[in-house]
């Protein structure tokens, strides 16, 4: 694993990991560097909003993804490949915990979800710290159905680390309904992914 800017764990906070391994083929094209009607590019937007709200971050990218990662160079935003990206979403959630794994919790961003709102990553984020050795989930809800990203405090640990596939962390979710935390906000973007260049336009 390639680390970034000399990344030092901590315990008392906890960090956002970017999910920025996936191909995005249906988008047919580079969807993460694609321009929103805003003019800024989709990284960009949900970049700009993480590094707002944590002082942990790392944006998890394909080995093969050169562009992504002169951009996110560039713009000193802190960077990490996922050797095995191609084996699921799970090898990135691993890398994402393997740079801080000793963080209150992981709260796991999904690349192209640029309009979700700097305050519900904020929210969320107290949630976690406040959470304390109870094993908590959070995930957002707006008008009673929920969305991303969703946050893992530090009891799941050993449970992420087991994950494979491409399903993220759903299973640890269904395993461990007790735990979750269901946080009510106002805020659509919670829900909307570019997947299409129409996407684009949505938030």
């Not at 160079?73 to 699921?88: N, P, T, Y």
Request: aromatic residues 6%; charged residues 25%.
């Amino acid at each position: 694993m390639k680390r970034k800017n000399g990344l030092i764990p901590t315990i008392s906070s906890s960090a956002a990991v970017v999910l920025a391994a996936g191909k995005g083929s249906r988008f047919g094209g580079d969807k993460l560097m694609a321009i929103l009607p805003t003019g800024a590019r989709v990284i960009d937007a949900v970049m700009e909003k993480v590094t707002r709200v944590f002082d942990n971050y790392i944006c998890v990218v394909r080995k093969d993804d050169r562009a992504l990662q002169s951009h996110l160079q560039e713009k000193q935003w802190k960077w990490v490949i996922a050797e095995m990206a191609d084996e699921g979403m799970s090898r990135s959630l691993i890398v994402g915990v393997d740079v801080f794994p000793n963080a209150a919790g992981w709260l796991f961003v999904l690349a192209d979800m640029p309009f979700v709102l700097s305050s519900t990553l904020a929210t969320l984020k107290d949630s976690l710290e406040s959470s304390g050795d109870i094993p908590r989930i959070v995930i957002p809800q707006c008008y009673g159905r929920a969305g991303n990203p969703v946050g893992l405090s530090q009891c799941f640990e050993a449970e992420l680390r087991r994950l494979s596939g491409d399903v993220g962390a759903r299973s640890i979710v269904q395993r461990n309904a007790e735990a979750k935390l269901i946080i009510d906000v106002e805020d659509e973007g919670i829900f909307h992914d570019i997947d299409v260049p129409s996407d684009l336009t949505k938030g």
